[in-house]
């Protein structure tokens, strides 16, 4: 199991047009925004960031760092697949 497994998976549309990634953690959502992410800077980015290393780290919730990531989207127009 991934560390900071999240309760509902997120289904979002890559870089690529048409391309979908399907993420389940926290562990998986730090890697994207941190090396995938298609904006370098926002608020919602950071905070994200945060609550997914937070998870990582025992120091935080997992469905937090989610709801985190939803809100990094949104800020990036990152669009999200409804499950």
Known sequence: MRRGAWSEPVT?????LGQYRTIISAEEAAG?????????????????????LDALEGRGDPEV??????????EANV?????
């Open 32 to 52: 994207i925004l941190m090396g995938e992410w298609p904006i370098e800077d926002g608020s919602a980015l950071r905070a994200a960031c945060e609550a997914c």
């Open 12 to 16: 979002f549309e890559t870089q690529r």
């Open 65 to 74: 760092a989610r709801s985190a990531f939803l809100r990094a989207a949104d």
């Open 79 to 83: 669009f999200i697949r409804d499950a």
